[in-house]
């Protein structure tokens, strides 16, 4: 049985003109201890998706699927009660915004400590412990000092790994990280995923990860769909999308990265690419 398993899932949100279909009929599964990757532009309806799937948006958008099942329990109209307990514990998700997702007026440690009490059965001590332990894991230098460290008083790549450390407090069965290390400098970045590939390793997690950068999906990914304005255009194993991709914007976003530039400047995706071939290309 998938750990997640979504069919047909469709978002969108009203504009003055008219409904504007953010995630267009997207399908996709991942298995327990497997790493989905999700790739595509700014704006193709990667957090869209799985912020509907968390149940998350605001009550302004549209959502429409013909199954969200979180394993194999219908997760798409649960009530709110119910929801919190899954969500947070069992599943859990790195959301691209750290500081937007932070309380400014909670300490780290408090907030990190609150997510430990609500889901598990741990003693005061218990939970400080288990905080440091976290802030250690995350690479946050000085733990203990931190955890009396309101957000504001952090940079954006620490909060971004205290976000990381709530995410995985509970060692959740499904991680949704949604482009987890752009803020973080590329030793920080090596080391956090390292860290979400053990756990997937050693708890069997399940990983969502969502991300532009295709050295993060050859990296870590077992299978990868690629997005395009909210529609999915290719879907393969890791090795066959490197080696062999079927779709033209696919083909476009491996072009573009950077050891396989030619001349002075780094491609985009619209130099191999006309918007019209992609038209054609969906689905
Ligand atoms: N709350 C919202 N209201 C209206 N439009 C939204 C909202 N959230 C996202 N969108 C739009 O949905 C589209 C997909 O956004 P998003 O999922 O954030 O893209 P990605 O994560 O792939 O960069 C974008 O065009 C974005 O502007
Ligand atoms: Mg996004």
């Not at 995630?23 to 309806?45: P, Q, R, Y």
């Not at 939970?127 to 008083?153: K, T, W």
């Not at 080696?243 to 476009?252: F, I, L, S």
Request: with cysteine; charged share 20%; proline share 4%.
């Amino acid at each position: 049985m998938a750990l997640l398993d979504i069919q047909n899932l469709t978002v969108q949100f009203e504009t003055a003109s008219g409904w504007f279909k953010a995630v267009d009929g997207v399908s996709l599964s991942v298995d327990e201890g497997e790493v989905l990757a999700i790739v595509g532009e700014s704006g193709s309806g990667k957090s869209v998706s799985m912020l509907a799937v968390m149940g998350l948006l605001p009550w302004t958008a549209k959502i429409t699927a013909d199954k969200i099942e979180f394993q194999g329990r219908d997760i798409s109209n649960l009530p709110d009660a119910e929801r919190r307990k899954l969500i947070g514990k069992d599943m859990a998700m790195i959301f691209q915004e750290p500081i937007a997702s932070l309380n400014p007026c909670f300490t780290v440690g408090f907030q990190i400590e609150e997510v430990l009490r609500i889901h598990m059965s741990m003693g005061k001590a218990q939970r400080r412990q288990r905080a440091i332990e976290l802030f250690e894991q995350v690479g946050l230098p000085n733990p203990v000092e931190r955890l009396n460290h309101f957000p504001h008083q952090m940079s954006g790549g620490q909060c971004q790994r205290v976000m990381i450390a709530m995410a995985i407090a509970c060692n959740p069965k499904l991680l949704i990280a949604d482009e987890p290390t752009t803020a973080l400098d590329v030793t920080i970045q090596k080391q956090i995923l390292d860290l979400l590939m053990n756990l997937q390793t050693e708890h069997g997690m399940g990983l969502i990860m969502i991300t532009h950068d295709m050295g993060v999906v050859a990296e870590t990914a077992d299978r990868v769909i690629v997005q395009y304005k909210g529609r999915k255009m290719e879907e393969a194993d890791v090795l066959s999308l490197f080696e062999a991709p079927k779709n033209a914007y696919t083909r476009a976003l491996l072009a573009a990265l950077p050891e396989n530039a030619t001349g002075d400047r780094l491609s985009t995706v619209s130099d191999f690419v006309s918007t019209a071939e992609l038209a054609g290309d969906v689905r």
